[in-house]
């Protein structure tokens, strides 16, 4: 019992430790993977199906997508650089050069491998000489000034540390009337969901025929627990470090000027693993998800819990009109 409180103590610590040099290389190491392995992959969360996209998140958009969203209401006509902030494996920028949302972009990514895919996948989409690419740690790099016309982050402000620093330079780097355009996770910092959202997750869970509660691996997932300190830190020291202060600080250096809170309160730790099982073209399946829509909704709605992820867009504060 002692050396369990010992043992807590020290991974709550190990936490809120700065990551060093040993942990940016494991850093670069499961991002850097994480590009190699992405394509052909199937879907494992719940943003990657889908049905999902289109019944529950893109209705809160009115309708479209993402991309068509951003479009429609501040890139009607391409802007002309951007730059992907931990761009992964790349595929948000050539999205955005693809669909016309921007005519060139830059990304920086912490791991060289990773930055290698984006080259190779630019290369094959025939983008090679609209698209940038050079590897960088977001946390540590002072950006150009005044150079960007948009800034997208995308599922990588909740790996960074050192916000203030991040929207500062973003905020310097943009050029007058230049957005920032965020998709994040923004719930609890380290995976470290309250247990009475636990509970509602685990008894919705209970709820699934086992058909689709199917682990890629073969087993089914019985519950769902959320991860200790020490997992979440040992498999990746930057996961969620401070997730929970990505829009209160965004606050402090921009001004937002869209904030749509779509949710994942449940759904994401719910169909984590599992939601490759849900056939889109099985009416059973689809009643479901739905159903699964509907909880969340309420729960949202009524207070219950809050959402966990994000779309912003925001401003220099100074650009902001009444």
Known sequence: MVWRAVRDIWWRLRAGFPVGLAGKRRVSAVWGGDAHERKGRIPRDWLDHMDVLREYVFPQFGGVDWYQHVRERYCPEPRELGLSL?????HVERDFVRYGLCKAAEGVEVAPEAVEVCRREAEAAGLSDRLRYWAGDVERAHLPR?????VVAWMGLHHLRRLDHVFEEVRRALKPGGILIANEYVGPARFQVPRERVDAINTLLAELPEEVRRLESGDVKER???????EVVRHDPSEAVRSDRILPTMRRWLTVVECIEYGGSILYWLLQGIVHN???ENSEHRALLNHLYGVEREGIQGGRWPSDFAFVVAQRPEEVRG
Not at 86 to 90: A, F, I
Not at 224 to 230: K, Q, R
Request: proline share 5%; aromatic share 16%; glycine share 16%.
């Open 224 to 230: 769902f627990d959320a991860p200790s300190l020490a």
């Open 278 to 280: 849900f056939d889109a």
């Open 146 to 150: 005044g150079k960007y016309n948009v």
């Open 86 to 90: 931990c761009c992964g494996d790349g």
